[in-house]
């Protein structure tokens, strides 16, 4: 079963379908649909309610990254208490009692670290050799580096040739990493929502490739992917959240 089915959001993602117009992003009046991919501030869409994230989170950008390319704008839209975007500075340090999502050979599971004690979560967003460089700066290098293991990415942009599917996009990140605490902490919170965009995302892109005739998405250098499966997602998720509101 796809993880898009089993999610729990607090809306049809479909409905989001129905939304077409755009409008002036109300920070930098950009013309933008559902959200402004420039400022990550809603624009056309509901209000999305997701709960307070357990634990601060940032996602640090590499300086002069263009935002707008990254899928935490999906997360920064839903206006999340707890969370927050920066560009990293690599002449500060981070917080005592701050750990870093990070696949390093020193990186160790959730499970082992005291999250009540944890005061700060970081996790990058930026180019695989820019993210080595961050964490060999004074800012990250001595910071404790977790992981999240054994989840495979939905995302819809290949990251790299030789990709595997253990490779998660930032916002797919965020999500696991705040359920599997959520989890450890025995909090009874669900963060499904955080998924929201991104599914809607998702779904938007697999019913225009299906209109198109095309299950393969390429960019450029980075390869191909295989990207179809638009009738039967359309399918769980109106069984789903339409048998859902007929309750």
Same mark, same amino acid.
């Given at each position: 079963? &796809?993880?898009?089915?089993?999610?729990?959001?607090?809306?049809?993602?479909?409905?989001?379908?129905?939304?077409?117009?755009?409008?002036?992003?109300?920070? #930098?009046?950009? $013309?933008?649909?559902?959200? #402004?991919?420039?400022?990550? *501030?809603?624009?056309?869409?509901?209000?999305?309610?997701?709960?307070? !994230?357990?634990?601060?989170?940032?996602?640090?950008?590499?300086?002069?990254?263009?935002?707008?390319? &990254? &899928?935490?704008? !999906?997360?920064?839209? !839903?206006?999340?208490?707890?969370?927050?975007?920066?560009?990293?500075?690599?002449?500060?340090?981070?917080?005592?009692?701050?750990?870093?999502?990070?696949?390093?050979?020193?990186?160790?599971?959730?499970? &082992? *670290? /005291?999250?009540?004690?944890?005061?700060?979560?970081?996790?990058?967003?930026?180019?695989?050799?820019?993210?080595?460089? #961050?964490?060999?700066? /004074?800012?990250?290098?001595?910071?404790?580096?977790?992981?999240?293991?054994?989840?495979?990415?939905?995302?819809?942009?290949?990251?790299?040739?030789?990709?595997?599917?253990?490779?998660?996009?930032? #916002?797919?990140?965020?999500?696991?990493?705040?359920?599997? *605490?959520?989890?450890?902490?025995?909090? /009874?919170?669900?963060?499904?929502?955080? $998924?929201?965009?991104?599914?809607?995302?998702?779904?938007?892109?697999?019913?225009? $490739?299906?209109?198109?005739?095309?299950?393969?998405?390429?960019?450029?250098?980075?390869?191909?992917?295989?990207?179809?499966?638009?009738?039967?997602?359309?399918?769980?998720?109106?069984?789903?959240?339409?048998?859902?509101?007929?309750?």
């Amino acid at each position: 079963m &796809s993880l898009f089915s089993e999610l729990n959001l607090p809306i049809n993602p479909l409905d989001l379908l129905q939304i077409s117009r755009r409008q002036p992003c109300p920070k #930098c009046s950009k $013309m933008s649909h559902w959200y #402004c991919s420039s400022c990550g *501030i809603p624009v056309t869409i509901p209000k999305i309610d997701v709960p307070s !994230l357990p634990i601060p989170l940032t996602t640090l950008f590499y300086p002069g990254e263009n935002l707008k390319k &990254s &899928s935490v704008q !999906l997360v920064n839209a !839903l206006q999340i208490e707890n969370f927050n975007v920066d560009i990293i500075d690599f002449q500060k340090k981070p917080e005592d009692g701050s750990i870093l999502l990070f696949p390093s050979e020193d990186a160790v599971e959730l499970s &082992s *670290i /005291n999250l009540k004690e944890t005061k700060h979560i970081y996790v990058l967003d930026c180019t695989w050799p820019q993210a080595y460089k #961050c964490i060999q700066s /004074n800012f990250l290098l001595n910071i404790q580096k977790v992981k999240i293991c054994n989840h495979k990415t939905e995302f819809w942009r290949p990251h790299g040739k030789g990709e595997n599917s253990s490779y998660l996009s930032t #916002c797919e990140c965020i999500y696991w990493l705040n359920k599997e *605490i959520s989890s450890l902490l025995e909090l /009874n919170q669900n963060y499904d929502g955080i $998924m929201t965009l991104f599914v809607a995302q998702a779904c938007l892109v697999k019913q225009q $490739m299906y209109q198109q005739g095309r299950v393969v998405i390429a960019l450029g250098r980075k390869g191909e992917k295989q990207y179809g499966g638009w009738l039967d997602l359309e399918k769980s998720l109106k069984d789903k959240y339409e048998t859902n509101d007929s309750h």
